[in-house]
């Protein structure tokens, strides 16, 4: 069973923090692209930031400066650091990994709120 597990979302108000986790399943997924999408209501999906196995980065402009996505590979895990947070952010956060970013987790909720 392919899984990707993601924790770390909650409630937090603007310009503040929080950091995602996601726990591959296996250590096979650490050899492949890994990376965050987000999806607010009535918005399309957006892919926030990507990490090659190799460690180089790429980031959306929504988020440019304010995220960090890294990996540990050794603990077959995958972060979001996400800092100045705003009202914008507020959607639900999917892990994705493998080939193509293929492979989808079940979502973590970030609601940016005063």
């Known amino acids: 069973q392919v899984q990707l597990v993601e924790s770390g979302g909650g409630l937090v108000q603007p310009g503040g923090s929080l950091r995602l986790s996601c726990v591959a399943s296996?250590?096979?997924?650490?050899?492949?692209?890994m990376g965050w999408y987000r999806r607010a209501p009535g918005k399309q999906r957006e892919l926030v930031a990507a990490?090659?196995?190799?460690?180089?980065?790429n980031y959306a402009d929504s988020v440019q400066g304010r995220f960090t996505i890294s990996r540990d590979n050794a603990k077959n895990t995958v972060y979001l650091q996400m800092n100045s947070l705003k009202t914008e952010d507020t959607a639900v956060y999917y892990c994705?990994?493998?080939?193509?970013?293929?492979?989808w987790g079940q979502g973590t909720q970030v609601t940016v709120s005063s």
């Open positions: 296996g250590s096979i997924f650490m050899s492949y692209p």
């Open positions: 994705c990994g493998g080939s193509g970013l293929t492979y």
């Open positions: 990490i090659t196995s190799g460690g180089s980065t």
